[in-house]
């Protein structure tokens, strides 16, 4: 069976990018999602084990200690990790995976050679309408929105770093143009757009 592809989306804070990945894979089979560890406190309606991993700092120093994370980094003051042994699991299985990780997250994987992953950048029209959405969520505080909004300002320095830009403004384009970039990657990596491995099918 052959591995499953990595794709790496970033995008701000509030681009609509939880949303928008829901969507695209409820739409493509053979997708999965990463599930991170943080030491962020839980949202309203946010489950363990589905959104994120929710641990403690102590917890996720010592899964640093033990190597146990493929990238980890400190967004908007709390930290943020990927498993590598889920990362193994889930492509093992022959299913591609979505990593919903920061541009500094997205950086160190890029620079790990023996990981080739798709990268993709979702960014909200303007700043003026990721402002909007951010209070219109209703769950951050005053000072989080600011935090969160100069963030913004400095993660789209990093968009050239990325091979897509895919600008969310109209959700259902939005979903259509990403739900497009996946299958054609799919593709270029010789997998029928279902996301079953082409060799499976042929060697059968
Ligand atoms: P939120 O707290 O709003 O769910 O996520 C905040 C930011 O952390 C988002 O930009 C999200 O992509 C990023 N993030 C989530 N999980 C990870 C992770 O495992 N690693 C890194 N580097 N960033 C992550």
Redesign the pocket.
């Given at each position: 069976m052959t591995a499953g592809k990595l794709f790496v989306v970033?995008?701000p804070?509030g681009a609509g990018k939880t949303t928008l990945l829901k969507r695209v894979m409820a739409k493509i089979p053979g997708l999965s999602f990463s599930v991170?560890h943080?030491t962020?406190s839980p949202r309203p309606g946010e489950k363990n084990g589905i959104d994120y991993h929710f641990i403690t700092q102590a917890e996720f120093l010592e899964m640093i200690d033990h190597g146990l994370f493929l990238?980890?980094?400190v967004?908007?003051g709390n930290l943020?990790?990927?498993s590598q042994a889920a990362i193994d699991r889930q492509r093992m299985a022959g299913v591609d995976v979505i990593l919903?990780?920061?541009v500094?997250?997205a950086s160190i994987v890029r620079r790990s050679r023996q990981l080739e992953a798709t990268h993709i950048f979702i960014s909200p029209p303007s700043l003026r309408e990721l402002e909007k959405r951010l209070r219109g969520r209703g769950t951050e505080s005053e000072e989080m929105i600011a935090l969160r909004l100069a963030n913004a300002r400095s993660e789209l320095q990093a968009v050239n770093e990325y091979e897509y830009l895919v600008i969310n403004d109209q959700l259902e384009e939005t979903i259509d143009l990403l739900s497009s970039i996946i299958v054609a990657e799919r593709a270029r990596a010789h997998r029928f757009p279902s996301g079953q491995p082409i060799g499976d099918i042929i060697t059968s």
């Amino acid at each position: 069976m052959t591995a499953g592809k990595l794709f790496v989306v970033s995008a701000p804070s509030g681009a609509g990018k939880t949303t928008l990945l829901k969507r695209v894979m409820a739409k493509i089979p053979g997708l999965s999602f990463s599930v991170s560890h943080t030491t962020r406190s839980p949202r309203p309606g946010e489950k363990n084990g589905i959104d994120y991993h929710f641990i403690t700092q102590a917890e996720f120093l010592e899964m640093i200690d033990h190597g146990l994370f493929l990238e980890h980094a400190v967004v908007h003051g709390n930290l943020y990790g990927t498993s590598q042994a889920a990362i193994d699991r889930q492509r093992m299985a022959g299913v591609d995976v979505i990593l919903d990780i920061d541009v500094q997250g997205a950086s160190i994987v890029r620079r790990s050679r023996q990981l080739e992953a798709t990268h993709i950048f979702i960014s909200p029209p303007s700043l003026r309408e990721l402002e909007k959405r951010l209070r219109g969520r209703g769950t951050e505080s005053e000072e989080m929105i600011a935090l969160r909004l100069a963030n913004a300002r400095s993660e789209l320095q990093a968009v050239n770093e990325y091979e897509y830009l895919v600008i969310n403004d109209q959700l259902e384009e939005t979903i259509d143009l990403l739900s497009s970039i996946i299958v054609a990657e799919r593709a270029r990596a010789h997998r029928f757009p279902s996301g079953q491995p082409i060799g499976d099918i042929i060697t059968s």
